[in-house]
């Protein structure tokens, strides 16, 4: 049963982490307060199963009660109001207290992710506010630990987080693994920092340089959301060289579409409109921007040399920047190639940083520039792919398909 309204808010926010794209994203739920609060629990999306399941059960509820997404105040940035905290939120938050009542969701699957479980191992069902299940009492003195430890020793720098010691397990090792047989790589640090200039126009280069990529103003993708599970679901995305992006991913009878229109971010699921968390608002922004190319020194400020490192087998050059949002990014081009391998951009939050990775593999080229054709996702607890097919540059796009409705 779904006993309170707090729940009510823990569904859908865990429901739409297990959602497209960009996770965790939540949906306010503004039942309304006439609405009879017993639903089943077999009406509820069960944790384990497959995004596309979860989202149908979502919606098949959704159609049920027939919620009004759209009536509820949009992000707490749009509005002047403080953000409210997760205590002012949630039932029953007492440690996590002060921190934003928007990063509950970053918080929860970072600490599952840290522990290797899922949200099972500390609440039942949906209901996340009922106490005394599962671990959660063991989750909430081991919070109070990671903050006091801190607080006490670390002068309030978020240095310890649940990952430190648990490393994806429940009980953490305490011995010390005799039989590891990994070999260590010493990244060979270069003496003079390469110049971030000549790392850009390397990549420039590297795609189709900067005459052929400025000739490119739309492109129209067919690909293929694919779920660590196996499953898959069809994608379409349509974009602009100034930066306007449509998507659409089809689950079964749902359809969940995101767009900017070049004031807005936007994401709705069939008729219903998501709520867009300010991170979330500008990825779907960077990540339309960077798909054509030469636009990285545009959209980022404050770039410098970071690290030399690897990824997998490839060497990679790491710099960073500051996003339009001043979000700390870090941008990993392949030593070798120029080519963009890796960008991952960081939330800070109470339990340390909520990272937001993407990686490009598989270039190959299209009307004359070098794309990538698998794009790997990944947030703490959440990973997905976008095979792409097919990229047809240069067509005509009716630009009010950008609009929100
Ligand atoms: C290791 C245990 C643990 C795991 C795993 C975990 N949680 Fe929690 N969760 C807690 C604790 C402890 C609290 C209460 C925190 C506090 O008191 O500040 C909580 C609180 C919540 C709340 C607020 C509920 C309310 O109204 O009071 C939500 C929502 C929530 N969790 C969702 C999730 C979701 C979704 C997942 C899986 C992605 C998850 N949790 C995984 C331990 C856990
Ligand atoms: C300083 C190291 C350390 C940190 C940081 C830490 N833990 Fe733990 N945690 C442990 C140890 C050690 C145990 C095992 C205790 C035992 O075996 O009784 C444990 C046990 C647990 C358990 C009980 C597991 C079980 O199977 O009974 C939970 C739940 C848990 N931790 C959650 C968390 C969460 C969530 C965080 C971050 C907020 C966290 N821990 C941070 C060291 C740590």
């Known amino acids: 049963m779904i006993e309170n309204s707090s729940a009510q808010f823990g569904i859908a ?28 629990m077999d009406m509820l999306p069960a944790l384990s199963r497959s995004t596309a399941d979860l989202l149908t059960s979502l919606f098949r509820i959704a159609s049920v009660i027939s919620l009004v997404f759209m009536d509820t105040p949009m992000v707490d940035a749009q509005s002047n109001r403080a953000p409210k905290t997760a205590a002012e939120k949630f039932k029953n ?40 299940v599962g671990h959660k009492d063991a989750g909430r003195k081991m919070i109070s630990m990671t903050l006091g430890l801190n607080k006490e020793f670390f002068g309030g720098k978020t240095e310890v987080t649940c990952n430190t010691c648990h490393q994806g397990k429940t009980k953490p090792a305490s011995n010390i693994e005799l039989t590891q047989a990994k070999p260590i790589f010493h990244v060979h640090q270069p003496q003079i920092k390469p110049s971030v200039d000549d790392i850009l126009a390397k990549h420039i280069q590297a795609i189709g340089g900067k005459q052929k990529l400025e000739s490119i103003k739309s492109r129209h993708v067919i690909a293929k959301r694919r779920e660590p599970h196996g499953g898959s679901e069809p994608e379409e995305l349509w974009q602009t060289a100034n930066g306007l992006t449509r998507m659409v991913t089809q689950y079964g009878s749902v359809s969940v579409v995101e767009g ?66 001043k979000m700390q990014e870090r941008l990993s081009f392949d030593s070798q190639t120029g080519l963009l391998r890796r960008r991952i951009s960081s939330v800070a939050t109470l339990l340390g940083d909520f990272e937001y990775q993407v990686d490009y593999e598989d270039y190959q080229e299209f009307g004359g520039v070098l794309q990538p054709t698998k794009i790997r996702f990944a947030v703490p607890n959440i990973t997905w792919t976008r095979e792409i097919a097919k990229i047809e540059m240069n067509i005509e796009i009716d630009e009010s398909i950008f609009r929100p409705r």
Request: net charge negative.
């Open 260 to 325: 900017f229109d070049g004031s807005q971010a936007w994401k709705r699921a069939n008729e219903n409109g998501i709520e867009l968390k300010p991170d979330e608002a500008e990825q779907i922004k960077l990540e339309a921007v960077i798909a054509f190319g030469g636009n990285i020194p545009s959209s980022y400020s404050e770039l410098a040399f970071l690290s030399a490192d690897r990824i997998e087998e490839h060497d990679v050059i790491v710099i960073s920047g500051l996003s339009p949002l």
């Open 13 to 40: 926010e865990f429901v739409c982490q297990t959602t497209p794209r960009i996770s965790p994203t939540s949906i306010v739920l503004p039942f309304p307060t006439n609405y009879p609060r017993r639903l089943t």
């Open 93 to 132: 938050v007492s440690v996590l207290s002060d921190m934003p009542a928007d990063q509950i969701g970053k918080v929860m699957n970072m600490m599952s992710a840290s522990l290797g479980v899922n949200c099972s191992f500390c609440h039942e069902g949906t209901n996340f506010a009922k106490e005394g």
